[in-house]
T-cell receptor, first 113, second 119 residues
Framework: GENVEQHPSTLSVQEGDSAVIKCTYSDSASNYFPWYKQELGKRPQLIIDIRSNVGEKKDQRIAVTLNKTAKHFSLHITETQPEDSAVYFCAAKVNQAGTALIFGKGTTLSVSS | GAVVSQHPSRVICKSGTSVKIECRSLDFQATTMFWYRQFPKQSLMLMATSNEGSKATYEQGVEKDKFLINHASLTLSTLTVTSAHPEDSSFYIC???????????????FGNGTRLTVT
């Protein structure tokens, strides 16, 4: 089955700096890669996703890149703000009806002002 | 947007009792729902895939007799933790995808989660 590795486990940046979180996946059949932000005690919230027919996607300060050959994808947050502090999870899914998302272990991002 | 409702949000029960958690898709039909468990400061681990009208598919290491899943309609899946023990204390989250959109990779919508504490 799919296995998703995520690094780093913790990341501390100064407000205004950029943050990058990287993930690798094992199943070459995976073709959907979402990123979730989770605040303490709350459900994960989808912040951006990318499908395998696209190499990069951007939404304001957030961007995701995908390298299918290397089987890795990354989340980039620019101009970080204290409210970006949360746990971020990457995930991967095989393009097949009824299959679940498999999550990475998460990255705790701390943005200090 | 699509909403998944999960109840209860918190439950405290005594060891040996059973707890039922409900997951409802409010504005879409979900032939498949997913149940995840999250221990403190850890990732979301897939427990099982709930299939409407058929048996659930459990991940390796998850006891099907302990975590009973029923998906009786296109909008409701339930997870029952039977004979709960303190080690079952965790955050349980259900999720569903709007299958009506005809996309295998449409976004997954999560419930608010259930914080289970077994004393």
């Amino acid at each position: 089955g799919e296995n998703v590795e995520q690094h780093p486990s913790t990341l501390s940046v100064q407000e205004g700096d950029s943050a990058v979180i990287k993930c690798t996946y094992s199943d070459s059949a995976s073709n959907y890669f979402p990123w979730y932000k989770q605040e303490l005690g709350k459900r994960p919230q989808l912040i951006i996703d990318i499908r395998s027919n696209v190499g990069e996607k951007k939404d304001q300060r957030i961007a995701v890149t995908l390298n299918k050959t290397a089987k890795h994808f990354s989340l980039h947050i620019t101009e970080t703000q204290p409210e970006d502090s949360a746990v971020y999870f990457c995930a991967a899914k095989v393009n097949q009806a009824g299959t679940a998302l498999i999550f990475g272990k998460g990255t705790t991002l701390s943005v200090s002002s | 947007g699509a909403v998944v409702s999960q109840h209860p949000s918190r439950v405290i029960c005594k060891s040996g009792t059973s707890v039922k958690i409900e997951c409802r898709s409010l504005d879409f039909q979900a032939t498949t729902m997913f149940w995840y468990r999250q221990f403190p400061k850890q990732s979301l681990m897939l427990m099982a895939t709930s299939n409407e009208g058929s048996k659930a598919t459990y991940e390796q290491g998850v006891e099907k007799d302990k975590f009973l899943i029923n998906h009786a309609s296109l909008t409701l899946s339930t997870l029952t933790v039977t004979s709960a023990h303190p080690e079952d204390s965790s955050f349980y989250i259900c999720s569903a995808r709007d299958g009506g959109r005809g996309q295998n990779n449409s976004p997954l919508h999560f419930g608010n989660g259930t914080r289970l504490t077994v004393t």
